[in-house]
C-alpha cells in the first residue's frame, strides 16, 4: 500500500534544498523526482504573490527555524499553501490546497543536525467539507438576518440599499450596486453601497457598450457573469478603461430580466482581482432574488396603500359633490311643505330642484361611463370622421360655460382636410371634456385656444389655456382616476376628477395619446391629442354603401396571415376584388418564410396564432431588413385600450378589432399605396 504521508528530507537551513522525496510527495504535486531534488524549497514551492490569504511560505519557515534553534520537532496548525500548477495549454496557475505538517529533526551520531524530515498530509477535502459546513451555516444566518432587515422595510429603495450593505459587509468588497437599466437606450445607471470612508461613485447614465458587447449579451440572456480579473478576460481587457472608472477589477454581475428586457442587475464590484468561489457566486444570486421579490412587495404594498389613499379621498369628495345638490333640493323640499306658494316662487323652487337632480344625475353618469370605458365595455361605432365637425360641436358644447366666465375661446384649425377613423360621439366627448377642464381651471376673463396640426399621417389637438396650470410632480398622474382632488384640494371647481381619465381612455380606444404639458402652477396648460389621421373620404364622410370600392392608390402584395380558413379566405377574397395581389398563411412559421421569400408591401395578421401570436411575429418581420419596412396591420378580436398599446408596442401600423368593416380594411392599405408610394 502507497503511504498517503509525503516526506522531504531537506537541509538544516534558512533556504533549504530538497535532498529526497518520496513517491506521495511527487503524486501530490504532480512533479517527477528529478524536478524536485537538489532544488530549494521555496523556489520549488513558491507562495502565490496574488492571494493575501496564502500564509505557507511564511508559517514553514519560521516552523524551520525552530527546529534548527531547539533540535526539536515542530508541528504546524492546518495550513492554507497553495501549490503551482501547469494547466494543459502550459500557462501556470495556484491550486488550492490544505496541509497538516510535522518537521523533525535528524541528528548524526554526535547529535549534530544533518538534516530535518518535513512530513505532510494533504487533507484538501477534509478541510473543504469543513468549510463548506461553515459556510453553509454563515449563509443561513446570513439570510435569516437579511430576511429580518428587509422585513421592517417598506421602501424599494431602502430594500436595495440594505440588502447591497449586507451583502458588501458580509464578503468584505469594495462596492455593491443595484444597476438600473434601460434597455431600449442601452444605457445605465448605479445605486449603490459603498464602506464608510470610501470615494462615493458617480450615479452618472453611462453606456452599456462601454463594457463589451460579450459581458452585455450574458446578461441580456439572464446569465450570471463572472470576472476575476478585468484586464486579462477576454471579454473585458479591450474595455478596461470603463471598468477602471468606475473603480472595478473583478466583478459579478447578477441580472433581472422583465418583460423581456435586461431591467436591474445586482453587481459585486472589488478592486482587485478576486477567485470568485462558488458559493459567493450562489450567495448573490440568492440575494438578489430576495432582494428583488421584497422590493416588487414593497412596492405592490405601495401602490395598495396609495389606492386606498385615494379610494379615501374619492369617497370623501363623492360625498361633498352629492350634499351640495342635496342641500338646496332638500331646502326647496321643505319650502314646498310649509305653506302654499304663489306661481312665481313655485316655478322658482322647482327650477331649483330640477337643476340639481340634472346635477347628481351628470354626476351618476359620469361614474357610469368611466366604470364601462376603463373596463373596455364601450363599443366604439367607427367611421371616418372630419375633425372640423367633431371642433365645432365640442365647442358648441362649452359654450355656455365659455361665456358664464367671460373666456375666449379661439378656434385655429388646419387649413388641409382632417379626417380620422372614429365614434363621432365619443370624439365630441373627448374635445368637450377637454375644453371644459379648461374653463373651470381659468379665472375668469381668461384665453382658451384649441389648435389643429395635420400631416400624412396624424391629426393633433392642443387645447391651450392661460388658467391655473398643473404642477410637475402632479402632471405624471393627471390622466388618472380621481387626480383632480389633487390639483384643487379646496374642491372650488366640483367635479369627481373622472374627466381626464376618460379622456385618455377614450383616445387609447381610437388608437391615439393624449399628454399634457405646463410650466407650472399659474402658467397655463396644453393638452395635445393625437390620433391616427385617414386619407380624406371620397363622399360625405359616412359609411358608403352598394359594392366595395377599388383603392385609389396603386394596387399592393398583400399577405394574410390567419389559422382560421374562412376568415383567411373570405379576406383574400375581399382584397382581390379592390385590385390587390393577395397570398395567404395560416402558420406563422410558414408565414414568415413566405415573407422572407418575396417581402410583402402590406400583411393583415391575426394575433391570437398558434405557437407564435402575431406580436412575436411582426417583431420578426420588423427584425429583419428586407421586411422591416412593410405596413403591419392588426385585424384581432382583441380590442382593449391596453391591446391596442401592444400592438403599437410590437411594431403594428394599426390595430382592427373583429369584425372589421371592408371601408377600414382598404382605407388603411390605400392610405399605404399613397403615404408610401407603393
Known amino acids: 500500500m502507497q503511504s498517503p504521508i509525503g516526506e522531504y528530507l531537506l537541509s538544516p537551513s534558512e533556504d533549504p534544498v530538497i535532498l529526497a522525496v518520496n513517491d506521495c510527495v511527487l503524486r501530490s504535486a504532480g512533479r517527477s523526482r528529478e524536478s524536485l531534488v537538489g532544488q530549494?524549497?521555496?523556489?520549488?514551492?513558491?507562495?502565490?504573490?496574488?492571494?493575501?490569504?496564502?500564509?505557507?511560505?511564511?508559517?514553514?519557515?519560521?516552523?524551520?527555524?525552530?527546529?534548527?534553534?531547539?533540535?526539536?520537532?515542530?508541528?504546524?496548525?492546518?495550513?492554507?499553501?497553495?501549490?503551482?500548477?501547469?494547466?494543459?495549454?502550459?500557462?501556470?496557475?495556484?491550486?488550492?490546497?490544505?496541509?497538516?505538517?510535522?518537521?523533525?529533526?535528524?541528528?548524526?551520531?554526535?547529535?549534530?543536525?544533518?538534516?530535518?524530515?518535513?512530513?505532510?498530509?494533504?487533507?484538501?477535502?477534509?478541510?473543504?467539507?469543513a468549510d463548506a459546513l461553515?459556510?453553509?451555516?454563515?449563509?443561513?444566518?446570513?439570510?435569516?438576518?437579511?430576511?429580518?432587515?428587509?422585513?421592517?422595510?417598506?421602501?424599494?429603495?431602502?430594500?436595495?440599499?440594505?440588502a447591497s450593505a449586507m451583502l458588501g459587509e458580509q464578503l468584505g468588497i469594495t462596492r455593491v450596486t443595484y444597476v438600473e437599466v434601460d434597455?431600449?437606450?442601452?444605457?445605465?445607471?448605479?445605486?449603490?453601497?459603498?464602506?464608510?470612508?470610501?470615494?462615493?461613485?458617480?450615479t452618472e447614465r453611462r453606456r452599456l457598450d462601454e463594457f463589451g458587447p460579450e459581458v452585455i449579451a450574458t446578461l441580456r440572456a439572464g446569465v450570471p457573469?463572472?470576472?476575476?480579473?478585468?484586464?486579462?478576460?477576454?471579454?473585458?481587457?479591450?474595455?478596461?478603461?470603463?471598468?477602471a472608472s468606475l473603480g472595478v477589477r473583478s466583478n459579478v454581475a447578477i441580472p433581472l430580466i422583465k418583460g423581456g428586457h435586461l431591467g436591474m442587475v445586482l453587481s459585486l464590484q472589488h478592486d482587485q482581482p478576486r477567485d470568485w468561489t462558488d458559493a459567493e457566486i450562489g450567495l448573490a444570486v440568492d440575494v438578489a432574488a430576495r432582494t428583488w421579490s421584497a422590493a416588487e412587495n414593497a412596492r405592490a404594498q405601495m401602490e395598495l396603500r396609495d389606492a386606498s389613499r385615494r379610494k379615501d379621498e374619492f369617497l370623501a369628495m363623492l360625498a361633498h359633490e352629492l350634499r351640495n345638490p342635496l342641500a338646496p333640493i332638500s331646502t326647496a323640499a321643505e319650502l314646498l311643505s310649509l305653506q302654499p306658494m304663489d306661481e312665481g316662487r313655485l316655478q322658482r323652487t322647482a327650477a331649483i330642484i330640477t337643476r340639481q337632480v340634472r346635477h347628481m344625475t351628470g354626476l351618476v353618469d359620469d361614474l357610469l361611463d368611466v366604470s364601462r370605458v376603463t373596463r373596455g365595455l364601450v363599443n366604439l361605432e367607427e367611421s371616418p370622421q372630419d375633425m372640423k365637425t367633431i371642433v365645432g360641436n365640442a365647442a358648441e358644447q362649452v359654450r355656455p360655460l365659455i361665456e358664464m366666465q367671460g373666456h375666449q375661446l379661439t378656434l385655429a384649425l388646419a387649413p388641409v382636410?382632417?379626417?380620422?377613423?372614429?365614434?363621432?360621439?365619443?370624439?365630441?366627448?373627448?374635445?368637450?371634456?377637454?375644453?371644459?377642464?379648461?374653463?373651470?381651471?381659468?379665472?375668469?376673463?381668461?384665453?382658451?385656444?384649441?389648435?389643429?396640426?395635420?400631416?400624412?399621417?396624424?391629426?393633433?389637438?392642443?387645447?391651450?389655456?392661460d388658467?391655473?396650470?398643473?404642477?410637475?410632480?402632479?402632471?405624471?398622474?393627471?390622466?388618472?382616476?380621481?387626480?383632480?382632488?389633487?390639483?384643487?384640494?379646496?374642491?372650488?371647481?366640483?367635479?369627481?376628477?373622472?374627466?381626464?381619465?376618460?379622456?385618455?381612455?377614450?383616445?387609447?380606444?381610437?388608437?391615439?395619446?393624449?399628454?399634457?404639458?405646463?410650466?407650472?402652477?399659474?402658467?397655463g396648460s396644453c393638452f395635445t391629442v393625437t390620433l391616427p389621421r385617414l386619407p380624406e373620404p371620397a363622399g360625405s364622410g359616412q359609411p358608403a354603401s352598394g359594392p366595395v370600392p377599388r383603392p385609389k392608390g396603386r394596387a399592393l402584395d398583400v399577405l394574410v396571415v390567419d389559422d382560421n380558413r374562412d376568415a383567411a379566405e373570405t379576406l383574400q377574397l375581399l382584397l382581390e376584388s379592390a385590385g390587390h395581389r393577395v397570398r395567404i398563411?395560416?402558420?406563422?412559421?410558414?408565414?414568415?418564410?413566405?415573407?422572407?421569400?418575396?417581402?410583402?408591401?402590406?400583411?393583415?395578421?391575426?394575433?391570437?396564432?398558434?405557437?407564435?401570436?402575431?406580436?412575436?411575429?411582426?417583431?420578426?418581420?420588423?427584425?429583419?431588413?428586407?421586411?422591416?419596412?412593410g405596413v403591419y396591420i392588426a385585424l384581432t378580436g382583441y380590442g382593449q385600450a391596453a391591446d391596442r398599446a401592444k400592438a403599437r408596442d410590437a411594431g403594428f401600423d394599426a390595430h382592427l378589432v373583429k369584425p372589421a368593416t371592408p371601408d377600414d380594411i382598404l382605407a388603411l392599405l390605400e392610405r399605404s399605396s399613397r403615404v408610401d408610394g407603393r
Open 40 to 129: 530549494r524549497l521555496f523556489a520549488a514551492f513558491p507562495g502565490n504573490p496574488d492571494d493575501p490569504g496564502d500564509t505557507g511560505v511564511p508559517a514553514l519557515r519560521s516552523s524551520l527555524a525552530r527546529v534548527i534553534a531547539t533540535g526539536l520537532s515542530d508541528t504546524l496548525p492546518l495550513q492554507r499553501y497553495p501549490i503551482r500548477t501547469t494547466r494543459p495549454d502550459g500557462s501556470e496557475d495556484f491550486e488550492e490546497r490544505y496541509w497538516r505538517a510535522i518537521n523533525i529533526p535528524i541528528h548524526d551520531a554526535e547529535g549534530r543536525l544533518v538534516c530535518i524530515a518535513h512530513r505532510t498530509e494533504d487533507v484538501t477535502d477534509q478541510a473543504r467539507v
Open 585 to 629: 398563411e395560416h402558420d406563422p412559421f410558414r408565414a414568415l418564410e413566405a415573407a422572407v421569400a418575396q417581402p410583402p408591401q402590406a400583411a393583415i395578421i391575426d394575433i391570437g396564432l398558434p405557437a407564435m401570436d402575431g406580436y412575436e411575429l411582426v417583431q420578426r418581420l420588423r427584425a429583419r431588413p428586407d421586411t422591416a419596412d
Open 417 to 465: 382636410p382632417a379626417h380620422v377613423l372614429g365614434d363621432g360621439k365619443r370624439m365630441v366627448q373627448v374635445l368637450s371634456n377637454l375644453l371644459n377642464n379648461a374653463a373651470k381651471y381659468t379665472p375668469p376673463g381668461g384665453h382658451i385656444q384649441l389648435v389643429t396640426e395635420v400631416d400624412e399621417a396624424r391629426v393633433c389637438v392642443h387645447v391651450k389655456d
Open 183 to 202: 434597455d431600449v437606450s442601452s444605457t445605465f445607471v448605479q445605486r449603490h453601497w459603498e464602506p464608510r470612508g470610501s470615494e462615493p461613485l458617480s
Open 225 to 243: 457573469l463572472v470576472i476575476r480579473d478585468v484586464e486579462q478576460d477576454p471579454r473585458t481587457a479591450p474595455h478596461k478603461a470603463a471598468y
Open 467 to 523: 388658467g391655473i396650470g398643473i404642477p410637475k410632480d402632479v402632471q405624471p398622474r393627471i390622466f388618472e382616476l380621481f387626480a383632480q382632488a389633487e390639483r384643487t384640494p379646496d374642491r372650488s371647481q366640483g367635479g369627481l376628477g373622472l374627466g381626464l381619465a376618460l379622456v385618455r381612455s377614450l383616445v387609447e380606444l381610437h388608437g391615439g395619446t393624449v399628454s399634457v404639458a405646463s410650466d407650472g402652477p399659474g402658467k
Open 134 to 162: 461553515r459556510s453553509s451555516t454563515d449563509r443561513q444566518t446570513f439570510q435569516l438576518n437579511l430576511a429580518d432587515a428587509l422585513h421592517e422595510l417598506e421602501s424599494p429603495e431602502e430594500i436595495a440599499l440594505t
